[in-house]
């Protein structure tokens, strides 16, 4: 893990919000988590949160957010931005395919952009085995990379694209299909990434 922590460290650290993923506001993800219907004082788990505003709404939501980012760079920002509503937040610093999670935990698990860069079939099994302890019966899942037309690269490193269909085989038996949208993210340099979303709902 050291190499890929000391990479995603180094970008938070030195760029800011000048990454390509970059969102001023959570729109897709905010649409999608808002479709689940989760009462207020749900758990809810960002993956890769990284200095994403959705803590922001998540919070005015009156969810419980859990954040984990295998980088403390990108929560110092969050924590600056939050100051005393910070303390409503659970920070976790780690790789999500070897961090330590508690059991049936959370209501929904969301992903936007962490998934596509588990290359590796044993990375990806270590994260759906994580995903399907922390999850609570029933609870929901959003998923979000980059499309089959997407980029084959982020930050550096390749990434595996997927269709609705390719995040339902990585996920596997026990999760219902319950919607599917793709969105063109303008990026902060005036480029544009095709991100595929899922959303699915534990059997």
């Known amino acids: 893990m050291t190499g890929r922590k000391e990479h995603w460290e180094t970008i938070h650290a030195t760029k800011g919000d000048s ?3 970059y969102q001023p506001e959570s729109t897709e993800s905010a649409r999608l ?3 689940c219907g989760l009462a207020p004082g749900a758990a809810v788990l960002d993956v890769g949160a ?3 505003v959705l803590v ?9 957010p859990t954040l984990v980012d295998i980088a403390e760079a990108a929560f110092v920002r969050v924590r600056e931005r939050l100051g005393a509503r910070a303390q ?3 920070f976790r610093v780690g790789d999500i395919t070897e961090v330590d999670l508690p059991g049936a935990a959370f209501d929904l698990w969301h992903d936007r952009a962490v998934f596509h ?8 099994r270590a994260y759906v085995a994580a995903l399907r302890r922390s999850l609570r019966p029933g609870g929901f899942v959003i998923l979000a990379g980059f499309a089959p037309d997407g980029p084959e690269k982020c930050s550096g490193l390749p990434v595996c694209r ?12 026990g999760f219902e299909l319950l919607e599917t949208a793709r969105e063109l993210h303008p990026t902060p340099f005036g480029t544009s990434q095709a991100f595929q979303y899922a959303r699915f709902r534990g059997l």
């Open 19 to 21: 990454v390509s993923w």
């Open 33 to 35: 988590i808002r479709a």
């Open 50 to 52: 990284g200095a994403s």
């Open 56 to 64: 922001e709404e998540l919070l005015e939501a009156r969810y419980r």
């Open 88 to 90: 409503e937040v659970v």
């Open 117 to 124: 860069f588990l290359t590796e079939p044993a990375q990806r």
């Open 162 to 173: 997927y269709d609705a269909a390719g995040f339902a085989v990585q996920l596997g038996e």
